[in-house]
Protein backbone atom coordinates (compact mmCIF):
# COMPACT_ATOMS: atom_id res chain seq x y z
CA UNK A 1 0.00 0.00 0.00
CA UNK A 2 2.80 1.71 0.87
CA UNK A 3 4.58 1.95 -2.60
CA UNK A 4 0.73 2.68 -4.16
CA UNK A 5 0.96 5.95 -2.56
CA UNK A 6 4.91 6.67 -2.91
CA UNK A 7 4.60 5.98 -6.83
CA UNK A 8 1.48 8.11 -7.18
CA UNK A 9 3.02 10.94 -5.24
CA UNK A 10 6.06 10.51 -7.58
CA UNK A 11 3.47 10.39 -10.74
CA UNK A 12 2.04 13.77 -9.13
CA UNK A 13 5.48 15.13 -8.67
CA UNK A 14 6.27 14.93 -12.67
CA UNK A 15 2.74 15.83 -13.46
CA UNK A 16 3.79 19.38 -11.70
CA UNK A 17 6.99 19.57 -13.30
CA UNK A 18 5.80 18.94 -16.52
CA UNK A 19 3.11 21.68 -15.95
CA UNK A 20 5.66 24.23 -15.13
CA UNK A 21 8.23 23.76 -17.81
CA UNK A 22 5.36 23.90 -20.42
CA UNK A 23 4.38 26.81 -18.47
CA UNK A 24 7.87 28.20 -19.07
CA UNK A 25 8.64 27.19 -22.49
CA UNK A 26 5.22 28.76 -23.44
CA UNK A 27 5.90 32.19 -21.87
CA UNK A 28 9.92 31.97 -23.54
CA UNK A 29 7.89 31.58 -26.53
CA UNK A 30 5.35 34.21 -26.42
CA UNK A 31 7.99 36.80 -25.16
CA UNK A 32 9.98 36.82 -28.49
CA UNK A 33 9.62 39.09 -30.29
CA UNK A 34 7.32 38.34 -33.87
CA UNK A 35 8.62 37.90 -37.10
CA UNK A 36 6.84 40.23 -39.60
CA UNK A 37 7.33 40.20 -42.97
CA UNK A 38 5.67 41.90 -46.23
CA UNK A 39 2.99 39.38 -45.87
CA UNK A 40 1.69 40.03 -42.16
CA UNK A 41 3.06 43.82 -41.82
CA UNK A 42 -0.47 44.80 -41.97
CA UNK A 43 -1.39 43.32 -38.38
CA UNK A 44 1.08 46.44 -36.75
CA UNK A 45 -1.74 48.79 -38.14
CA UNK A 46 -3.96 47.50 -35.46
CA UNK A 47 -2.59 47.90 -31.36
CA UNK A 48 0.69 49.48 -29.69
CA UNK A 49 3.73 47.86 -31.51
CA UNK A 50 7.56 48.25 -31.39
CA UNK A 51 8.75 47.23 -34.47
CA UNK A 52 12.47 46.64 -35.24
CA UNK A 53 14.34 46.76 -38.86
CA UNK A 54 17.97 44.86 -37.90
CA UNK A 55 20.20 42.56 -40.47
CA UNK A 56 22.18 39.77 -39.49
CA UNK A 57 25.38 41.04 -40.78
CA UNK A 58 25.14 44.61 -39.00
CA UNK A 59 27.30 44.25 -35.78
CA UNK A 60 24.89 46.62 -33.70
CA UNK A 61 21.67 44.70 -34.80
CA UNK A 62 23.42 41.80 -33.12
CA UNK A 63 24.47 43.46 -30.19
CA UNK A 64 20.92 44.70 -29.71
CA UNK A 65 19.35 41.47 -30.36
CA UNK A 66 19.32 40.62 -26.19
CA UNK A 67 17.90 43.77 -25.43
CA UNK A 68 15.13 43.92 -27.75
CA UNK A 69 14.16 40.18 -26.99
CA UNK A 70 14.39 41.20 -22.79
CA UNK A 71 12.05 44.15 -24.01
CA UNK A 72 9.58 41.50 -25.81
CA UNK A 73 8.96 40.28 -22.13
CA UNK A 74 7.32 43.15 -20.87
CA UNK A 75 4.75 43.08 -23.75
CA UNK A 76 1.87 41.35 -21.46
CA UNK A 77 2.30 43.77 -18.69
CA UNK A 78 1.67 47.04 -20.67
CA UNK A 79 -0.48 45.45 -23.52
CA UNK A 80 1.87 45.98 -26.75
CA UNK A 81 3.36 44.00 -29.39
CA UNK A 82 7.55 43.60 -30.32
CA UNK A 83 8.29 42.47 -33.62
CA UNK A 84 11.54 42.54 -35.57
CA UNK A 85 12.14 42.79 -39.60
CA UNK A 86 14.64 41.21 -41.53
CA UNK A 87 15.63 43.70 -44.02
CA UNK A 88 17.89 41.78 -46.16
CA UNK A 89 14.49 39.15 -46.77
CA UNK A 90 11.97 42.41 -46.72
CA UNK A 91 13.25 44.78 -48.73
CA UNK A 92 10.04 46.21 -49.83
CA UNK A 93 9.61 46.68 -46.12
CA UNK A 94 12.63 48.88 -45.89
CA UNK A 95 11.75 50.82 -48.79
CA UNK A 96 7.98 51.82 -47.46
CA UNK A 97 9.54 52.39 -44.01
CA UNK A 98 12.40 54.72 -45.65
CA UNK A 99 15.10 52.83 -43.24
CA UNK A 100 18.51 54.35 -43.77
CA UNK A 101 20.31 53.40 -40.65
CA UNK A 102 20.06 50.11 -38.91
CA UNK A 103 18.91 49.30 -36.29
CA UNK A 104 15.63 51.44 -37.07
CA UNK A 105 13.11 51.36 -34.61
CA UNK A 106 9.27 52.65 -35.08
CA UNK A 107 6.58 52.66 -32.91
CA UNK A 108 2.91 52.38 -34.14
CA UNK A 109 -0.39 53.07 -32.59
CA UNK A 110 -3.25 52.02 -34.58
CA UNK A 111 -1.78 53.02 -37.65
CA UNK A 112 0.14 56.14 -36.46
CA UNK A 113 4.09 55.89 -37.07
CA UNK A 114 6.65 57.40 -35.41
CA UNK A 115 9.81 56.89 -35.39
CA UNK A 116 12.23 56.02 -31.86
CA UNK A 117 15.45 57.84 -31.49
CA UNK A 118 15.95 57.19 -27.83
CA UNK A 119 18.23 54.86 -25.65
CA UNK A 120 19.00 51.28 -26.26
CA UNK A 121 18.59 50.22 -22.91
CA UNK A 122 15.50 47.83 -21.50
CA UNK A 123 14.80 50.72 -19.10
CA UNK A 124 14.91 53.02 -21.68
CA UNK A 125 12.62 51.40 -23.96
CA UNK A 126 10.21 50.09 -20.92
CA UNK A 127 9.65 53.98 -19.56
CA UNK A 128 9.11 54.66 -23.36
CA UNK A 129 6.03 52.94 -23.22
CA UNK A 130 5.23 52.72 -19.53
CA UNK A 131 5.39 56.92 -19.34
CA UNK A 132 3.74 57.42 -22.79
CA UNK A 133 7.05 59.08 -24.02
CA UNK A 134 5.76 58.65 -27.66
CA UNK A 135 3.14 61.24 -27.55
CA UNK A 136 5.81 64.13 -27.30
CA UNK A 137 6.79 62.54 -31.03
CA UNK A 138 5.75 63.79 -33.71
CA UNK A 139 3.98 61.28 -36.22
CA UNK A 140 5.18 60.37 -39.72
CA UNK A 141 3.73 62.56 -42.23
CA UNK A 142 0.71 61.30 -44.21
CA UNK A 143 2.61 61.20 -47.58
CA UNK A 144 5.66 59.15 -46.34
CA UNK A 145 3.45 56.70 -44.17
CA UNK A 146 3.97 53.17 -44.80
CA UNK A 147 0.69 52.42 -45.32
CA UNK A 148 0.16 54.84 -47.93
CA UNK A 149 -0.01 54.22 -51.46
CA UNK A 150 3.04 55.90 -52.73
CA UNK A 151 5.25 54.62 -50.09
CA UNK A 152 3.75 51.26 -51.49
CA UNK A 153 5.15 52.19 -54.83
CA UNK A 154 8.68 53.14 -53.27
CA UNK A 155 8.69 49.37 -51.32
CA UNK A 156 7.93 48.04 -55.14
CA UNK A 157 10.81 49.65 -56.39
CA UNK A 158 13.35 49.05 -53.62
CA UNK A 159 12.29 45.16 -53.88
CA UNK A 160 12.51 45.40 -58.12
CA UNK A 161 16.28 46.51 -57.02
CA UNK A 162 17.27 43.57 -55.16
CA UNK A 163 15.74 41.51 -57.38
CA UNK A 164 18.17 42.66 -60.20
CA UNK A 165 21.39 43.00 -58.40
CA UNK A 166 19.98 39.13 -57.37
CA UNK A 167 20.01 38.50 -61.38
CA UNK A 168 23.23 40.83 -61.73
CA UNK A 169 24.85 37.96 -58.92
CA UNK A 170 23.75 34.99 -60.68
CA UNK A 171 24.91 36.63 -64.12
CA UNK A 172 28.16 37.02 -62.98
CA UNK A 173 28.65 34.01 -60.89
CA UNK A 174 26.95 31.35 -62.46
CA UNK A 175 27.05 32.25 -66.33
CA UNK A 176 30.21 34.52 -65.93
CA UNK A 177 28.90 37.09 -67.86
CA UNK A 178 31.29 39.89 -67.37
CA UNK A 179 30.53 42.94 -65.74
CA UNK A 180 30.22 45.43 -68.65
CA UNK A 181 27.97 42.76 -70.83
CA UNK A 182 25.65 42.88 -68.42
CA UNK A 183 25.54 46.91 -68.02
CA UNK A 184 24.85 46.51 -71.79
CA UNK A 185 22.20 44.08 -71.35
CA UNK A 186 20.46 46.06 -68.28
CA UNK A 187 20.89 49.73 -70.44
CA UNK A 188 18.86 47.83 -73.82
CA UNK A 189 16.32 46.38 -70.93
CA UNK A 190 15.89 49.47 -69.69
CA UNK A 191 15.05 51.73 -72.91
CA UNK A 192 12.95 49.34 -74.08
CA UNK A 193 10.76 49.26 -71.00
CA UNK A 194 10.56 52.61 -71.41
CA UNK A 195 9.47 52.56 -75.08
CA UNK A 196 6.61 50.18 -73.97
CA UNK A 197 5.62 52.15 -70.87
CA UNK A 198 5.65 55.53 -73.19
CA UNK A 199 3.57 53.65 -75.92
CA UNK A 200 1.33 52.50 -73.30
CA UNK A 201 0.49 55.52 -72.20
CA UNK A 202 0.07 57.46 -74.92
CA UNK A 203 -2.35 54.92 -75.87
CA UNK A 204 -4.16 55.33 -72.79
CA UNK A 205 -4.24 58.90 -72.97
CA UNK A 206 -5.62 58.57 -76.54
CA UNK A 207 -8.21 55.98 -75.21
CA UNK A 208 -9.54 58.79 -72.91
CA UNK A 209 -8.55 61.68 -74.38
CA UNK A 210 -9.45 61.44 -77.96
CA UNK A 211 -8.89 63.59 -80.56
CA UNK A 212 -11.68 65.56 -82.38
CA UNK A 213 -12.43 65.55 -86.20
CA UNK A 214 -12.39 69.24 -87.21
CA UNK A 215 -14.07 69.37 -90.88
CA UNK A 216 -12.13 71.48 -93.88
CA UNK A 217 -12.72 74.67 -93.85
CA UNK A 218 -14.44 75.95 -97.20
CA UNK A 219 -12.35 77.56 -100.02
CA UNK A 220 -13.93 80.84 -99.44
CA UNK A 221 -12.46 81.10 -95.51
CA UNK A 222 -9.32 79.49 -95.75
CA UNK A 223 -6.38 81.81 -96.04
CA UNK A 224 -4.06 81.94 -98.99
CA UNK A 225 0.11 81.61 -97.40
CA UNK A 226 2.21 84.17 -99.86
CA UNK A 227 4.57 81.98 -101.73
CA UNK A 228 7.01 84.46 -101.46
CA UNK A 229 6.84 86.37 -97.83
CA UNK A 230 10.45 88.09 -98.44
CA UNK A 231 9.09 89.82 -101.63
CA UNK A 232 5.49 90.77 -99.79
CA UNK A 233 7.64 92.18 -97.02
CA UNK A 234 9.54 94.51 -99.50
CA UNK A 235 6.06 95.22 -101.21
CA UNK A 236 4.46 96.67 -98.06
CA UNK A 237 7.99 98.70 -96.86
CA UNK A 238 7.65 100.18 -100.48
CA UNK A 239 4.05 101.14 -100.33
CA UNK A 240 4.33 102.78 -96.41
CA UNK A 241 7.38 104.86 -98.29
CA UNK A 242 4.54 105.81 -100.50
CA UNK A 243 2.57 106.65 -98.57
CA UNK A 244 4.34 109.15 -96.36
CA UNK A 245 5.68 110.85 -99.83
CA UNK A 246 2.40 111.39 -100.71
CA UNK A 247 1.22 112.61 -97.22
CA UNK A 248 4.16 115.22 -97.67
CA UNK A 249 2.98 116.47 -101.42
CA UNK A 250 -0.49 116.76 -99.69
CA UNK A 251 0.65 118.88 -97.01
CA UNK A 252 2.61 120.78 -99.19
CA UNK A 253 0.00 121.76 -101.55
CA UNK A 254 -2.24 122.44 -98.61
CA UNK A 255 -0.64 124.82 -97.96
CA UNK A 256 0.12 126.90 -100.56
CA UNK A 257 -3.80 126.79 -101.16
CA UNK A 258 -3.77 128.45 -98.00
CA UNK A 259 -1.07 131.26 -98.91
CA UNK A 260 -2.95 131.67 -102.49
CA UNK A 261 -6.20 132.36 -100.66
CA UNK A 262 -5.24 134.76 -98.31
CA UNK A 263 -3.25 136.86 -101.18
CA UNK A 264 -7.14 136.69 -103.14
CA UNK A 265 -8.23 137.64 -99.79
CA UNK A 266 -5.95 140.54 -99.14
CA UNK A 267 -7.09 141.50 -103.12
CA UNK A 268 -10.41 141.26 -102.38
CA UNK A 269 -10.40 144.18 -99.56
CA UNK A 270 -8.35 146.31 -101.56
CA UNK A 271 -10.86 146.24 -105.23
CA UNK A 272 -13.35 146.53 -102.56
CA UNK A 273 -12.04 149.73 -101.03
CA UNK A 274 -11.25 151.34 -104.80
CA UNK A 275 -14.64 150.91 -105.46
CA UNK A 276 -16.19 152.30 -102.62
CA UNK A 277 -14.43 155.64 -103.06
CA UNK A 278 -15.54 155.27 -106.81
CA UNK A 279 -18.72 155.26 -105.81
CA UNK A 280 -18.53 158.57 -104.11
CA UNK A 281 -20.34 161.51 -105.84
CA UNK A 282 -18.52 164.52 -107.10
CA UNK A 283 -19.03 167.94 -106.51
CA UNK A 284 -20.90 169.65 -109.64
CA UNK A 285 -20.65 173.41 -110.58
CA UNK A 286 -23.80 174.75 -109.69
CA UNK A 287 -23.34 174.27 -105.80
CA UNK A 288 -22.52 177.10 -104.17
CA UNK A 289 -19.62 177.34 -101.67
CA UNK A 290 -20.75 178.85 -97.89
CA UNK A 291 -19.64 182.28 -96.97
CA UNK A 292 -18.59 182.38 -93.34
CA UNK A 293 -20.47 185.25 -92.08
CA UNK A 294 -18.53 188.17 -90.50
CA UNK A 295 -18.46 188.52 -86.90
CA UNK A 296 -19.62 191.18 -84.98
CA UNK A 297 -16.98 193.83 -83.29
CA UNK A 298 -17.12 194.49 -79.83
Given amino acids: MSNDTSSMKAAFRNLILLCLISACLCGQQSAKPLTINENNWTQSLEGEWMVEFMAPWCPACRAFTETWASFAKWGEDFDFKVGVVDVTENPGLSGRFLVSALPTVYHVKDGVFRQYKGGRKENELVSFIDEKKWEEIEPVVWYLSPSSVQMGAVGFFF ?6 RALYNVMT ?29 VCCCDMVFPTKYLPPLPP ?9 PEED ?22 HSQSEEEAVEEEEEEETGKATKEESKPEPTGDAKPRRRRPKKAD
Fill in 220 to 228: QERLVTPQH
Fill in 233 to 254: LESQEDTEDDDSQTEDILDDTQ
Fill in 173 to 201: AEYGIPEWACYVIFAVMTISLGLILGLLI
Fill in 159 to 164: KAAMQI
